[in-house]
């Protein structure tokens, strides 16, 4: 039987190498390689084409879920198991559009990970830590009310930086380069966020955007 092809993507030196070593000695899985960053995860993806990436949710310079989705365009068979802090929030939006196969925290043993590699490659069935099941329920319970009450925000798939983004935009009125430098990145890049937002949102400009982010309830009116 072929091994299973890991690719390993998490912000932790010690952890990253140390699980990548414990991986190793498993007969069944070959760890391709290991990653630190969103960018370095998708150009490695690309590369070397995993049966499954294992993720971490707090990845640099890009965030987990974009990086998913790039690699997601190009390699659809590629399963993902986001890996989370057992007691960090959950960005739920940002887990759902991920469409992991697994979600677990890194209290996993390392007999449990093996288990859920296997079982989200050869059966292709969703595994879920127990917290982040519940965590989920909680969140469509909240979904569930919000809507019997008509008080649903606009969902239009926007990444997590996406949202920092136009909230800077909206409420505050930022340009391009006081968004840069509130959020620690280019004006490049906060050109190519601007991008997606005006084509997810269907809008041309940025003041279209900021009036029904505030309109949608996309962000709060109050505070812009």
Same mark, same amino acid.
């Given at each position: 039987m072929e091994k299973i092809k890991v690719l390993l993507a998490d912000s932790q030196a010690i952890f990253r190498e140390g699980l990548a070593k414990l991986l190793a000695d498993s007969p069944d899985i070959e760890v391709l390689s290991t990653c630190s960053s969103g960018f370095e995860t998708i150009q490695k993806a690309m590369e070397l084409k995993p049966d499954v990436i294992l993720l971490?949710?707090?990845l640099t310079n890009c965030e987990y879920d974009e990086a998913a989705q790039h690699i /997601?365009? &190009? %390699?659809?068979?590629?399963?993902? *198991?986001?890996?989370?802090?057992?007691?960090? @929030? #959950?960005? !739920?939006?940002? *887990? #759902?559009? &991920? +469409?992991?196969?697994?979600?677990? =925290?890194? /209290? &996993?043993? %390392? +007999?449990? %990970?093996?288990?859920? !590699?296997? =079982?989200?490659?050869? /059966?292709? @069935?969703?595994? %879920?830590a127990p917290q982040i099941a519940a965590k989920l329920l909680e969140t469509f319970t909240l979904w569930? /009310?919000?809507?019997? +009450?008509?008080?649903?925000r606009y969902d239009l798939g926007l990444s997590k930086r996406e949202m920092e983004v136009l909230n800077l935009l909206a409420q505050k009125g930022m340009t391009n380069r006081e968004i840069a430098s509130t959020l620690y990145i280019t004006e490049s890049t906060v050109k190519t966020h601007l991008s997606n937002i005006l084509a997810k949102m269907h809008v041309h400009n940025r003041r279209q955007a900021a009036v029904m982010a505030r309109e949608k309830g996309i962000v709060s009116k109050a505070d812009s």
């Open positions: 971490d949710m707090e /997601k365009e &190009v %390699l659809p068979e590629t399963r993902f *198991i986001i890996l989370a802090q057992p007691h960090k @929030d #959950l960005d !739920i939006p940002s *887990i #759902l559009r &991920v +469409e992991a196969m697994a979600y677990i =925290t890194k /209290k &996993v043993t %390392l +007999e449990r %990970l093996i288990e859920i !590699i296997d =079982t989200v490659y050869n /059966k292709g @069935d969703l595994c %879920l569930g /009310k919000s809507i019997e +009450e008509g008080q649903l």
